[in-house]
């Protein structure tokens, strides 16, 4: 008796989740949109957090599996030389955030549901960003490369680090799976 409670409870979680799911995807939010900005917003420290030379795909087209594990990757530039400082004010995790909160709030909720997995990982060059990037997006990934403001390290306008995700691990990796730890 036990066992079959527990999986019609299972069963029951699982189509409340699918059901709450599409409901919530497909209404509408009736917060009022922000305002258009003219110039990409930057930081305190002034990176911008601009989109890049690369069009989006299909950002609200990623829709990971009830229990699919997701991550967000933020790949630094080691020929840089950026001080751990440096690199922790550098903010690819927000700019990815902000693209999807417009774009696709429910994967947003199942990377938060599912612990928010960071993962740093190192590049050698601009050129290895602008590739990623360009793959990423053609995954229909979010991807934001951050361009320093130069006020302190590192020269104006220069990318620092990319953010890809939040998305599936098994996509992400599609595009990363070969960087190594930084």
Known sequence: MSSSYSTSQTSSLGIGYALGVNSASSSKSSAPSPPPVDKPPTSADGESDDEGDVADGDLSAVRPGFSEPCKLVLVVRTDLGMSTGKIAAQHATLACYKALYKTNPGLLRHWERTGQAKIALKATSEEDLLELEAVAKS???????????????????????????????????RVTGKLRLL
């Not at 306008?157 to 995700?165: A, C, E, H």
């Open 139 to 173: 995954l229909n990934l979010c991807a934001r490369a951050i361009h320093d403001a130069g006020r302190t390290q590192i020269a104006a306008g220069s990318r620092t680090v990319l953010g890809i995700g939040p998305g599936p691990v098994e996509l992400v990796n």
